[in-house]
């Protein structure tokens, strides 16, 4: 069995507010997921239209 350090042991609670944060905020955090995913996707498009143009 494995056993936290003393150290270790600090870190539950932050680890489990953290983890409830995300609960209480997962639709913003999904709705800010989706936005940047959408500009990632628009950004790799418009790279490609200038590469495919030649434009340097």
């Keep these: 069995m494995v ?6 042991k600090t ?6 507010a953290l983890a409830e944060w995300s609960r209480q ?3 913003q955090i ?3 997921q989706s ?3 959408e500009k990632v996707q ?3 498009r418009n ?6 143009a030649g434009v340097r």
Excluded at 3 to 8: C, F, H, K, P, S
Excluded at 11 to 16: A, F, G, M, Q, T
Excluded at 47 to 52: Q, T
Aim: hydrophobic letters at 40%.
């Design 35 to 37: 936005a940047f995913d």
């Design 3 to 8: 056993e936290l350090t003393q150290l270790g």
């Design 25 to 27: 905020h997962q639709g």
């Design 47 to 52: 790279i490609g239209l200038i590469h495919l």
């Design 11 to 16: 870190l539950i609670e932050p680890v489990r």
């Design 42 to 44: 628009y950004n790799r």
């Design 30 to 32: 999904d709705t800010a």
